[in-house]
């Protein structure tokens, strides 16, 4: 057996990931690497037996402004184990070597888990902890609109989709935890552009997921600072969640829930600035989930 890591532009060791990926959660890192969105933030360490990846979990730096304040985390994900090769310590010992690496050296660690891997997390000495997530309120969402809309992004070619990659690395910021490094992940989830969205009037791009009850509103980006009401009324839609944690200017206009991720999703973290999460009711950005 050997260990590796930090080996994203070895085509070979990145492969051999990509297999564990789709076998594990149905996706792969190719496209994300060739198309040129990854930047070096992602270090996956894996374990390899026979010529293929039998154990994984990744580091994420993760660069935050939370209140004003630059805060540097780790985010732990693509925790995996191939089915023939579990419980059998592969991805603790993974864990643990990741977490003398960097313990000491960032403000932070944290990750999001199963509530079934409860127990698990805490031998490892993460503690879990609450998100809050944001609504608008239906006022809003119904109120006055603009005389204009946001338009779907290839309505505008490709000139367009290059701004956007452009404000993803530089915009002026729309939340009150926002992520600075944030150009890899937001363009892991939105490279096909899919989602994005344009308005020409104000010169603002958002990231909108439409559900049949609810939209979700993933992401903001101009050059200068656009209200969420200025948002809204320029969307057709009569129920919105943030995706993010909103400005304090914009928390007005929104409620506040205690975030209930079920049995599928918890916080877990070590290090006290993290128990600012719950304390200040701040969201980790859903685009900024690895």
């Keep these: 057996m050997e260990r590796i890591s930090n080996y994203m532009r070895d085509d070979a060791s990145r492969h051999m990931l990509n297999d564990l990926t789709q076998k594990t959660f149905g996706f792969d890192f190719e496209p994300w690497v060739t ?11 894996s374990i ?7 154990s994984n979990v990744s580091a994420n730096r993760m660069q935050f402004m939370q209140n004003g304040v630059v805060k540097n985390y780790i985010q732990l994900g693509t925790v995996m184990t191939d089915e023939n090769y579990r419980k059998q310590g592969f991805a603790a010992k993974l864990i643990k070597s990741v977490i003398a690496e960097y313990e000491g050296k960032c403000d932070g660690i944290y990750l999001f888990g199963n509530l079934d891997a409860l127990g698990f997390y805490q031998k490892m000495g993460f503690q879990m902890i609450n998100e809050y997530r944001y609504f608008v309120k239906d006022e809003f969402c119904k109120g006055e609109k603009a005389d204009t809309r946001f338009k779907p992004i290839s309505d505008f070619g490709e000139e367009k989709k290059q701004q956007y990659m452009d ?20 363009m892991f989830y939105t490279m096909w552009f899919d989602n994005v969205f344009y308005a020409e009037d104000i010169d603002c791009y958002i990231v909108l997921e439409m559900e049949e009850d609810c939209a979700t509103l993933q992401s903001v980006l101009c050059k ?16 919105c969640k ?3 944690t909103p400005l304090d200017e914009d928390k007005k206009i929104c409620d506040s829930e ?26 980790f950005p859903d685009l900024s989930h690895a």
């Design 35 to 45: 198309k040129g969105h990854f930047e070096g933030d992602y270090i996956p360490y």
């Design 48 to 54: 390899v037996e026979d010529g293929k990846i039998i």
């Design 167 to 186: 404000l993803v690395r530089k915009s002026a910021p729309h939340s009150s935890f926002e992520q600075i490094n944030k150009y890899g992940l937001q």
């Design 224 to 239: 200068e600072k656009i209200a969420l009401t200025d948002v809204l009324k320029r969307l057709d839609i009569e129920r």
């Design 242 to 244: 943030l995706g993010f």
């Design 258 to 283: 205690l975030y209930d991720g079920a049995d599928d999703y918890r916080l877990f973290y070590m290090g006290e600035d993290l128990k600012a999460i719950e304390s200040e009711k701040l969201y």
